[in-house]
């Protein structure tokens, strides 16, 4: 079964900053996609970035980027200039391409952008 | 489009009740899924559905049903209602083997129970 850990229950940031959100995940199979959403305090779940696990590049959105490290399964958010809307809860998200594409969730980190 | 969208936002139920939670999709998606929130626990599968008229089992599907008769439908329901079952509930569709391999969600249900 795939399992993903979200390590940092909380964490705050200056605005403008940078700051990284880590993730691992725990499975056997050699394709997949893994996710990052956020969840605003309207509760509304938004994709952030998306990165496919046969592509060795890292994803970037904007300010948003990943460092996928296969190997190691890890796959940690940077956000980059750190913006007041930015605050909000970060889930990781796995997903097999194998089976049935269920998407598997981490626990997620609560991010606070402070002025 | 509408996406997906769940019926009601919030509700309170009484020990025992039994409510139906609505979702829909416009998106013609194949898949579609429903998660409870709970604080500090992420988002955990409660059943999902690969099709019309396919559903399976997830992480707790104990207390909860569903059905799939049409592509569009995907309601969750609760028999018996308990303290346990008060959660956030989000459904979420999608539609792997096409550009976007993401799922999109509703805008979730709170739903207490005293």
Same mark, same amino acid.
């Given at each position: 079964?795939?399992?993903?850990?979200?390590?940092?229950?909380?964490?705050? /940031?200056?605005? &403008?900053?940078? /700051?990284?959100?880590? +993730?691992?995940?725990?499975?056997?199979?050699?394709?997949?996609?893994?996710?990052?959403?956020?969840?605003?305090?309207?509760?509304?779940?938004?994709? /952030?970035?998306?990165?496919? &696990?046969?592509?060795?590049?890292?994803?970037?959105? %904007?300010?948003?980027? /990943? %460092?996928?490290?296969?190997? &190691?399964?890890?796959?940690?958010?940077?956000?980059?200039?750190?913006?007041?809307?930015?605050? &909000?809860?970060?889930? +990781?998200?796995?997903?097999?391409?194998?089976?049935t594409y269920?998407?598997?969730?981490?626990?997620?980190?609560?991010?606070?952008?402070?002025? | 489009?509408?996406?997906?969208?769940? #019926?009601?936002?919030?509700?309170? *139920?009484?020990?025992?009740?039994?409510? #139906? *939670?609505?979702? #829909?999709?416009?998106?013609?998606?194949n898949y579609m899924?429903? $998660?409870?929130?709970?604080?500090?626990?992420? @988002?955990? @599968?409660?059943y999902y559905s690969v099709g019309a008229g396919i559903t399976d089992k997830?992480?707790?599907?104990?207390? $909860?049903?569903v059905s799939r008769s049409t592509t569009?439908?995907f309601? @969750?329901? @609760?028999? *018996?209602?308990?303290?346990?079952?008060?959660?956030? $509930?989000?459904?979420?569709?999608?539609? $792997?083997?096409?550009?976007?391999?993401?799922?999109?969600?509703?805008?979730? #249900?709170?739903?207490?129970?005293?």
């Amino acid at each position: 079964a795939q399992t993903v850990t979200q390590s940092q229950p909380e964490m705050s /940031v200056q605005e &403008a900053e940078t /700051v990284t959100l880590s +993730c691992t995940y725990d499975t056997s199979e050699s394709n997949y996609y893994l996710f990052w959403y956020k969840q605003p305090p309207s509760r509304q779940m938004i994709l /952030v970035i998306r990165q496919e &696990a046969y592509k060795q590049q890292n994803a970037t959105e %904007n300010r948003f980027s /990943v %460092n996928f490290q296969k190997a &190691a399964k890890s796959f940690s958010l940077k956000i980059s200039d750190s913006q007041l809307g930015d605050t &909000a809860m970060y889930f +990781c998200a796995f997903m097999a391409t194998s089976g049935t594409y269920k998407y598997i969730f981490g626990t997620g980190t609560r991010l606070k952008v402070l002025a | 489009n509408a996406g997906v969208t769940q #019926t009601p936002k919030f509700r309170i *139920l009484k020990i025992g009740q039994s409510m #139906t *939670l609505q979702c #829909t999709q416009d998106m013609n998606h194949n898949y579609m899924y429903w $998660y409870r929130q709970d604080p500090g626990m992420g @988002l955990k @599968l409660i059943y999902y559905s690969v099709g019309a008229g396919i559903t399976d089992k997830g992480e707790v599907p104990n207390g $909860y049903n569903v059905s799939r008769s049409t592509t569009e439908d995907f309601p @969750l329901r @609760l028999e *018996l209602a308990a303290p346990s079952q008060t959660s956030v $509930y989000f459904c979420a569709s999608s539609d $792997y083997g096409t550009v976007n391999t993401e799922a999109f969600f509703g805008q979730g #249900t709170r739903l207490t129970v005293v």
